[in-house]
């Protein structure tokens, strides 16, 4: 097809668009190639989505530009690609090029065989064509109409040979490559220019055969002075000081010479591209021979653009004001100047998205509908009282003793989307984003990157945007589409207490009412209530309302109802509630920590298809769908939830769906059959305690009822993940109990009688059987260490005669089976990410702890299973979504952790000891090392995921802590452990006699130790020689006597002062640790004694608490301080040691480190930082970088003083540039000061100067670069149309000393 050659210089180009360009649907019909109307609507919602990208901070202005889709109006082509597609194809092509030159044994001299690999690649085909289109616009009206007839001429005969076949007649394709070094050359000194260039106000030249008085007609004449003054020329400056002089004389004020740096930059290159044109061309051939008779020819015409300054300045006036020419030529230095590593966009999160999406549309997805005849769908968030948007104060507060607040947090964590919103703002000073203009900004970039509802609500509004955008492909009027929007979707959060929100004047309220002004087509349901006056009855009523508009809150609808409709744990009424305000015929259900991305809101059309397809006898009445992590990069415990989570929704929902059949609904972004379901139950049930997981119940109501569940992995949904460990160990426990209660429940026990075996055995494998295989892990375990520490104990590790053969090496070999586990993880994430990085995430979780982690919560998990099974008592827990950046006291770790983690962790390793040190049957490791790593697992994951836990101030801060907790009465559980002990154990004595029983069977284990540890040898002592000097009935009852005495203290203390009860328990106390040193000194036998009576004693109190007796706390009190005592030990000596501090700092943070996050910041200089109002700490590089400069500046003064000295004369006066100025006055600080550097730009405000002799004031450039300023961009402010002149001086006595200095702005430029 023959490609004509667009003239930007002729007034014939029409623009494809017509007289509208903005409306899309005019544009397509011009169009009449179906492909390119699909690629037009295509590149239509890839720039809206790349533009969302912006709007959400995750890419900047420069690689939004570089990702979207270009259209130029009235070019031919009519989008054309996107920079980070094509950036270095051409580079590409010109290996091509070069690759046959190389090969001397088959040498290509046609066109076909020599361009045939790039007409053959697509993308460098089109690549090449951009570049020649776009390449000839550029230069074309560069050269203006004075060379419009010569370039048009060449470029022709350019597309003749191209279609003729007979380039490489014509030209040396070998040298091709010297020819696009030089247009590079070209385009990144316009690139870098125009955008930058000030335009005159008025033109120059008279017209393009006019030429402007005494102003230079061929190349300048020898010994003219040009006005343009850089460090790079300061030394050719004294060379023509003498000819300048010379040359004042015959230069009157009407002689005018333009100085434009950019201009002779431009045509500098410029010739150099034609002179390499002119060396491709094949010499000997007539034509190529008139075509460098042409190229010749410009660049000697007097009034073209390479010798009239007024022309050429006033051709890149015309570019400047252009905004079409600084889009091409932004385009072409992408297709020429930028490397495919320079145009991708750094963010890791929107790689993540755009791969997901582009590989999305490939996968097997259900042909979309027209707006009109799709299916409509609702989607239904439950509130609480949750974070709405995040305020000041709650961003600006410390929370913990690092000074690290949540926005210092996220500002570190997100730092290049930082960087991009204040890009997006256009502020320099990060102090201005808390002010009036600002400040909703600062808090909604801060709300959505955090687990807020304004992050569900904004990314779920995306649904409404996207259909809106779909609307417009198929050019539908505004009205329709309005109409449509209702009709199609709606989102209703159901926010239980926002009436009462309201009547407390709670600010969340108004955070809510925000979000229904920004989003008009959100609407929120709540409960409200009502006192009757007379009756004094309270009347429950479920309302909706929404947003007027006008800036006010309309209520639509309110429903009366029979009575207080919170029966059970609330988020199940909650949602049910509000159920009859959907409209639709699907509902989608969000949790509030979940949030949309506009790319996969196009696709919800094709996916509400899958209910119209029927891939077996039943209907489809659930659509799971796929969810993405986005917690992960937090701390390493988010990643481990994160991959835990990655894989169950992807590979383990995937095969629960084909081929187990038994997917069920698990809480996550699943579309409902509205009607099946408000039929059939609804899709929450919310009995108290029963119910405690309600969203499961809705998959065991669906299967039941004959429903069919689907899972698509095409489109993916956002969720948040509990990101510390007393959240997870929280979240764990709820999901532990809400199973225990799922295994009493009516639903199971139906759903299970009506499955077949295959689909059972799923069923159990995929949900509650999970926590009964926990539970028996922990008692294998339990069973293991006691059997092996009772057979040593009596001497039974043998057959008759002969020990038992340990086989501790298989033990290690077997254990090592347990890393197959990882296999579907490490497959989920190699075709995710790839095999290496699936290897290397692998290996950093467990370089982190990854294993302690995940064995701490398989206790979690028995312990709360367990308990829910023999005791009840199931309750919801709010596990919390903010971050976790605070390190937390050991007390509150203790209480969390001790009845389920601790107790076991001490008993398991104390009986380990014990089998040591009995054991006769060797290989002690190997048949131990498995049950040590999980007593470590319990004893030390608390600790090693808690930050700053090896901190020397924090540990004896949570030792003091502790020991307060400890000796507490008063103030609740967290304030004194005698609560805390009451609170955690009451259950035991109101348990039935059937759950009694395993208890009592650990009572006996304990008086089976103890007998064992009696009996036996161990530091056994023969007192009948060796009388001791005190005797032992003597020592025993001191101790028996001291113990009363304590407790009798502890009756009476509150009737003695102060001083006396202090010094009364430090005797008692002094007065017990001697008794007892001089019993273990004395006579040995005490310590086994000791150990037995400790078992025993157990044993008895475990009986006591069964039997509800309170004499067994103070035992338990003991226990206790022993217990945290024997954890503190360690943790002294690793805080003493220092390096395990800083070890687990940083792998606690290692995930946010790769995602490069400086955790650093937030823990080294954060309290610095913020306790300096707001400004950081001097910047070593900055400073670094002024010492440098004030070098450079200080040598070009003496070369401009040597000057001055010589007697040279300079001719005119030139512009300051403020940009070099303001560096040179804070370098030429007088050193007497003290040099403040400080982020802010306003501390830099310090106007400065000096004065130097000799009447020269030029702007000088603080380094040897191409610093030009104003002066090279032009300045509209300056007469002559913004360039500088350079008049006759007027010579005067009054200039003295004063005329050179440098002169400080007001305000510094951005670094």
Known sequence: RRQS????????????????????????????????????????????????????????????????????????????????????????????????????????????????????????RTAVSEVWELGNYVLLKLLGPVHNDDAVYIMNYVLKWVEGGTVTDHMQIAKIRGVMKCLVQLVDVLGKGVGRRKPASQRRSSGSKAKKRNEPTGPPARGVFRRTLSAGSLGSVSNQAASVDRSQSKVTDENVVIADALRDHTRDKFRALINSLKGIMNASDPESKEVMDRLTFATSMENGFFWDDAYASDALDDMARSDIFKSVVAKLQGLVACHPDEVEPKSKEAKRRLTFFVNSLFMDMPNAPSIHDMFSWNVLTPYYKETVTLNKGELETRSDALGVSTMLYLQTLFKADWSNFLERMGLQDEEKVWSKKYSNETRQWASIRAQTLNRTVSGMMYFEKALRLLANLERLDDDTTNDLMGEKFGYIVACQVYGQMKKDQDSKADDIDALMHRFPHMRVAYIDSVRHQRSGQMAFYSCLVKSNGDGKIQELYRVRLPGNPILGEGKPENQNHAMIFTRGEFVQTIDMNQEGYFEEALKMRNALQEFAKRDGPMPTTILGLREHIFTGSVSSLANYMALQETSFVTLGQRVLTKPLCIRLHYGHPDVFDKLFFITRGGISKSSKGINLSEDIFAGYNNAIRGGQVAFKEYLQVGKGRDVGMSQIYQFEAKLSQGAGEQSLSRD????????????????????????????????????????????????????????????GTIQMLLGGLGLLQTIPLFSTLGVERGWWASFCELIQVFATGGPLHFMFHIQTKANYMTQTILVGGAKYRPTGRGFVTQHTPMDEQYRFFASSHLYLGVEMGVLLVIMGVYSDAGQYFGRTWSLWLASLSFLVSPFWFNPLTFDWNMVTSDYVKFITWMRGNSGGASRSWSIWWGEENAYYSKMPFASKIWFIIKSVLYLTIAEGIARSDLLRADTTLNQPKIGVSFVVSSIVILFALWGLLGKVEHMMSYPVRRTIGILIAVGLMASCTTALVEDSNFIRYGLAAYYGIGAMCQLGLLSGSKFVKNFYFVHDLVCGHIIFIPL????????????????????????????????????????????????????EQISELRKVVQKQEQMIESINNSGARPTSSLRQNPSTDAIASLIKAPSREQLDIQTSVGSYARATGHSQPGGLRPTLSASTLDVWGEMALGDASIPQGGYQTAPTRQTSSTRGSSDFSFTQPDVMPPR
Request: charged share 20%; net charge negative.
């Open 748 to 807: 199971v026990y139906r759903l299970c009688h009506r499955l077949d075996f295959s689909r059972l055995l799923s069923y159990y494998f995929g949900g509650i059987g999970h926590y009964f295989s926990n539970v028996l892990t922990v008692f294998t375990i339990y069973v293991v260490v006691y059997l092996m520490a009772i057979l040593a104990l009596y001497d039974l590790e043998k057959i008759g005669d002969r020990l038992i053969t340990p086989m």
């Open 1132 to 1183: 002294f000596i690793l805080a003493i040691l220092q390096i395990p501090h800083y070890i687990q700092t940083w792998l606690l943070y290692h995930n946010a480190l790769s995602s490069d996050v400086v955790v650093s910041n937030i823990l080294r200089y954060a309290r610095k930082s913020q306790e300096s109002g707001g400004t950081s700490a001097p910047n070593e590089d900055l400073v």
């Open 5 to 124: 050659l667009m003239n930007p210089n002729s007034e014939e180009g029409q623009s494809l668009l017509g007289s509208d360009p903005h409306k899309l649907q005019g544009y397509v019909n011009r169009l009449l190639d179906v492909r390119i109307q699909k690629w037009v609507m295509f590149s239509t919602v890839w720039n809206e989505v790349i533009d969302h990208f912006r709007e959400e901070d995750l890419i900047s202005n420069r690689e939004r530009d570089y990702m979207k889709f270009s259209r130029f109006d009235g070019f031919s082509q009519a989008i054309y690609l996107p920079v980070f597609q094509t950036a270095g194809v051409v580079e590409e092509a010109l290996a091509q090029l070069e690759r046959p030159m190389t090969d001397d044994s088959h040498v290509l001299t046609n066109d076909a065989n020599l361009f045939k690999p790039i007409l053959n690649h697509v993308t460098m």
